[in-house]
């Protein structure tokens, strides 16, 4: 398969066009995976973009690519959300990274009541632009067209309040009702998003789970083991993948 490398600015690129690779994208294309001249590669914006074409020149600050064939890849629906509690180690990193190799296609750090870290005002931004990061390298890593979204550290009553207008599925071992049985009783055409929500190490807290089931969410459960804050998320997006017929 061709290496794959983004180019935020090329949503205007049309087939004959050379698109230049610079800064990091650059280094990291001509000196970490050593693409050569007449090599043919893909290069996308994170936004829809999907070009394909043959380097043309490669030096470790900039990296041409005539473009081939290009196309659009249409956003899609409904959008799958992953609400992640913010959790301590890496262990939180590694959720939103797996899921984004998985075909999430939004992630919301959340401030769950039992979260061991915690993001105040000063690491908010700080820490919504390190998942950004880890988010655009797991997309690029798997050949994406689009980039998911990186949303702002959202409280408990802000992601309940989404429920009006999306489904939201909170992950509880306890739950009677399966996650697969939930998203198959969905309406064909959907809403316009599914929100997962993942709890932090300790669990998601009594009080949450009533104030998100009071707002229309469903408490709904993988199997019968309980997972790692993770690994749960991207096991329950596998599951609603493959529920959704994307895979």
């Given at each position: ?59 470790p600050r ?44 939004a ?86 998003e ?38 749960a ?15």
């Amino acid at each position: 398969m061709a290496l794959h490398f983004l180019v935020e600015d090329a949503a205007e690129v049309a087939e004959g066009d050379v698109v230049v690779l610079t800064g990091a994208e650059a280094h990291h294309a001509a000196t970490v995976r050593r693409v050569r001249v007449g090599e043919q590669v893909t290069v996308g914006d994170g936004r829809g973009l999907w070009a394909e074409g043959v380097v043309e020149a490669a030096a470790p600050r900039e990296v041409s690519v005539r473009v081939t064939t290009r196309r659009e890849v249409p956003a899609r629906t409904p959008r799958l959300v992953l609400v992640q509690a913010l959790a301590k180690g890496d262990r939180d990193e590694l959720a939103v990274q797996a899921a984004t190799e998985l075909g999430v296609d939004a992630i919301v750090p959340w401030q769950a009541a039992r979260s061991v870290s915690r993001w105040d005002a000063a690491k908010a931004e700080k820490g919504r632009t390190r998942w950004a990061g880890i988010v655009r390298e797991a997309a690029k890593q798997a050949h994406r067209a689009w980039i998911p979204e990186v949303e702002t550290v959202a409280s408990t009553a802000q992601i309940a309040a989404r429920a009006a207008a999306s489904v939201v599925l909170v992950l509880e071992p306890t739950a009677s009702e399966r996650l697969s049985d939930r998203v198959r009783a969905l309406p064909p055409t959907g809403d316009a998003e599914i929100l997962l929500v993942v709890g932090p190490e300790g669990g998601i807290d009594p009080r949450e789970i009533a104030e998100f089931t009071a707002a229309g969410a469903f408490p709904v459960r993988l199997g019968e083991s309980v997972l790692r804050t993770s690994t749960a998320g991207p096991a329950a997006l596998a599951a609603v993948e493959v529920c959704l017929g994307r895979w």
